[in-house]
């Protein structure tokens, strides 16, 4: 489907400092922790700042990680509008088939309204026993986990909660989440192509594994500011909106960094300024009723609270309530500025080896990396093929800069020869937040790799992209 582009403005015309925003991409860039994907601001339901640092470009799905859990409660909420589930209605009515066995008095209890605000009444994060107590099945082995406190109680950050809300919805509709929300969210929001990960009970996993652009991010964003209503239309109920972005339990753990600790909403945090949808390695949707402004990030970083702290600090301030006349140059600067974001590519020279070169891993296996049995560098130096687990993935290098690679599992790869004996490349996997540093060595034919950010699904190579049914 062609997808509508949202409205544009100019920071000044919509009270914003341009200068906040340069400020904010300063700080994204300075920081050696943080590599910044992509970044979109709007105000008054405009876009007004909007950029991707190449390689990543803004048609190319990425990764979302646990921002996929403000998705799915989306199609819990429209699901419930529909009639087709309850609040109140206890989890096990949905799974009769589970009735006999689940037999402990709070898993009983549990409510839909529990797992939907993660408080189910587990103390801790449950995912990898209830994998262990029904691989096939994980909301039976969920369930067969008695929790420690009354439902409703307390709050633990747990990935089968949500699952299991995703699962009622996939079988209270008959369908996908994907294919649910496609007539109902995704195509009223002009929302393109996205792609949902599976499980081994063939259902898209809910708490995790969307893959979607930066601008769907946005958009969803945009919808609940607007409290569910989209082009005057109303997607969401008003309802579901206040409940879903309200503090239904708060984590008062101090083990939590500070804008983990204002409460959980039905799959949305509580932050110290409006809410957010937040993943893995710093997939972000802020959503800022006070300044009438939508954020959304897409990025690489194990500090998740340090990019809020920067958009605290830099962009908040530049929120203004009436426009700034006189600003035609500082917004043309910006506009300029982002059209060129790059991330610096990995140094090295292109000259190449003079012949073909296999290299095998050193000591026999890489960390995290178990299934890599091979890098083959061509003659030229104008490509390296990965070899895992009997598969082949070419990709271009040796060019300047970034070479991107279509195909299966898309890529970039910068770096080039350090010395003589070593190649060093920064393989980036484009449709996730994650790169595989390579190093080689022509001395003993060797390589080692690693992971920059651990996958949290799979430690593939080959499994580093957008699921697509024609692949």
Known sequence: MSVRPLPTSTPSAEGVDATGVHALLDALEAAPDIEPHSLMVLRHGKVVASGWWAPYTADRLHLLYSLS????????????????????????????????????????????????????????????????????????????????????????YNQPTTYTLAAIV???????????????????????????????????????????????????????????????????????????????????????????????GFQFWMSRHGYRGDGAYGQYCLVLPEQDAVVAITGATDEMQKVLELVWRHLLP??????????????????????????????????????????????????????????????DG??????????????????????????PVPAAVSGGWTDEDTLVLDVALLETPHHVDLTCSLTDRTFTAKWRTQPLHSSRIGAMRAPRDSV
């Open 318 to 379: 530049a929120f203004g309530t009436d426009p700034l006349p006189g600003r035609g140059e500082a917004d043309a600067a910006l506009a300029e500025r982002l059209n060129r974001l790059a991330l610096p590519p990995t140094g090295g020279k292109p000259a190449p080896p003079e012949r073909a070169v296999v290299f095998t891993p050193y000591e026999g296996g890489c960390a995290g990396l178990p299934k890599l049995t091979a890098v083959e560098v061509d003659a």
């Open 69 to 156: 859990k403000s998705f799915a409660a989306t199609a819990a909420g429209l699901a419930a509008a529909e009639g087709l589930l309850r609040l109140d209605d206890p989890v096990i009515s949905y799974f009769p088939e589970f009735e006999a066995d689940i037999t402990d008095p709070r898993s009983r209890a549990m409510l839909v309204r529990h797992v939907a605000s993660m408080a189910s009444g587990h103390v801790a994060e449950t995912h990898d026993r209830a994998l262990a107590a029904d691989r096939e099945e994980l909301v039976r082995g969920f369930l067969l986990l008695p929790p420690e406190r009354d439902p409703g109680t307390f709050f633990a």
């Open 382 to 407: 104008r490509r390296v093929t990965l070899v895992e687990d009997g598969q082949r993935l070419e990709l271009g290098c040796g060019a300047p800069g970034w070479t991107v690679t279509e195909g």
């Open 170 to 264: 996939q079988r209270v509709t008959g369908q996908s989440l994907t294919d649910y929300l496609r007539p109902r969210l995704l195509d009223p929001l002009g929302i393109g192509d996205v792609a949902w990960l599976r499980d081994r009970a063939g259902r898209e996993l809910g708490f995790s594994g969307l893959h979607a652009t930066t601008d769907a991010i946005a958009r969803l964003g945009q919808l609940y500011l607007q409290r569910g209503v989209w082009e005057g239309e109303r997607l969401l109920s008003e309802a579901w909106v206040a409940e879903a972005t309200r503090s239904h339990i708060v984590n008062q753990d101090d083990g939590w960094s500070a804008d983990w600790r204002h409460g959980y």
